[in-house]
């Protein structure tokens, strides 16, 4: 049985429907994340579950549990859900103790035990008596995921969380929060408008788009095989070719692709990441011969190249500079401007979807 099973959840606001029919389910130990830009309805579909919004239509269950549908309505604090959000919003007057504490009967003294746990968990032992204002934010950020697992909640329902971190050390802690949710065996469902912390952190991600989820799974497949071009440019900056079905096939400057089931004269989007373009070097005029894996070369010129750290973004133009596209290679490869190269498209990682 799911821990969290939400079943078409539909939301309007003045008539005007910001979520629509969402449904996904949430299992013990797992980590689910609402991705998708600001406004999709990500904020929306949490604030229902938490008990703070109310949908026009659906219904949710914990651990089968009805707690909310057109009729029923488990008040917030009775579903055994558990809240973080952005701000954190520890109680400044409290020390750290108390924090944990806040959501356990009896308070700081009658759960020493757990709140020493979580605190160790959290590498805070040492702050036991600190107040919020003496924390840094990553410390703050720490105590806020002890007091809100303190209760044991089946269900952990976590809003931008991390955003309010310095870049530098939010993989860090995003590492540490999964390593607790993992080992306290929640079901936690997560709102990010990133795709890294998605593709990170989550065993499931559920993609939203104007109130709908339009795909779920794991990031893998998320990111693999997304169900279309928009999806498939969330993830990564995207190289588009466009073109014209005709029996089944595609041509393109790097030969024919299929596409099968489209009527001849479709226009298809060929879609590849930048890290599957393949690069060879001119030879007075010859490129590599075509193959199966990738396909024919095309002819392009250097038009800019750029050193990131960890790899080299490149951009090519074809020489009417009719098709642009962007590699990026592993490390330092710095060709000058207007060098002729060969690209290449990984066959096994073209994208091609219907121009909608
Ligand atoms: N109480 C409200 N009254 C009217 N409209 C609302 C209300 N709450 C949210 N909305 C609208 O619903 C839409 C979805 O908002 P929501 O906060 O769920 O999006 P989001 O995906 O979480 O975005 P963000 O990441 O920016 O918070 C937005 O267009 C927002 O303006």
Redesign the pocket.
């Known amino acids: 049985m799911p821990r969290l099973d939400v079943q078409g959840l539909t939301r309007r606001?003045?008539g005007?429907a910001?979520?629509r029919d969402v449904s996904f389910q949430v299992q013990a130990g797992q980590v689910a994340c609402l991705l998708?830009?600001?406004?999709?309805?990500?904020?929306?579909?949490?604030?229902i579950v938490a008990g703070v919004?109310i949908q026009d239509s659906g219904r949710i269950l914990v651990d089968g549990r009805l707690i909310c549908d057109g009729r029923t309505r488990v008040p917030p604090e009775r579903r055994g859900i558990g809240l973080m959000f952005q701000d954190f919003a520890l109680f400044p007057h409290l020390p750290v103790r108390e924090n944990v504490a806040f959501g356990l009967a009896g308070g700081w003294k009658a759960n020493r035990d757990r709140v020493a746990e979580l605190l160790d968990r959290v590498r805070m032992t040492r702050h036991i008596d600190s107040y919020p204002h003496e924390l840094s934010g990553g410390e703050q950020q720490r105590i806020a995921l002890a007091r809100a697992l303190a209760p044991r909640p089946g269900v952990l329902l976590m809003?931008?969380p991390f955003s309010g971190l310095d870049e530098r050390l939010r993989d860090g802690i995003r590492d540490e929060t999964l390593a607790l949710l993992k080992e306290e065996g929640t079901a936690v469902l997560l709102?990010t408008?990133e795709p890294h912390e998605a593709m990170r952190m989550a065993d499931q991600i559920l993609l939203?788009r104007d109130?709908r989820i339009v795909q779920q799974g794991a990031p893998y497949n998320l990111y693999n095989a997304p169900v279309d071009r928009q999806a498939a440019g969330f993830f990564s900056d995207i190289n588009v070719l466009t073109g014209r079905v005709q029996g089944a096939l595609t041509d393109t400057p790097f030969g024919q692709f299929l596409t099968p089931g489209l009527p001849d004269g479709a226009e298809v989007d060929i879609v590849i990441r930048p890290q599957h373009l393949k690069i060879d070097f001119d030879r007075a005029g010859q490129g590599p011969a075509p193959t199966p894996e990738n396909g024919t070369a095309a002819l392009a010129r250097v038009r800019r190249a750029r050193y990131l750290g960890r790899e080299s973004l490149v951009e090519f133009a074809t020489d009417e500079g009719a098709i642009t596209l962007n590699a990026t290679v592993p490390g330092v490869f710095l060709p000058p401007e207007g060098t002729p190269m060969w690209l290449m498209l990984r066959r096994d990682r073209v994208l091609v979807f219907p121009r909608g």
């Open positions: 606001f003045d005007h910001v979520v998708g830009p600001s406004g999709c309805g990500k904020s929306t579909t949490l604030r919004d809003d931008e709102v408008h939203m109130g």
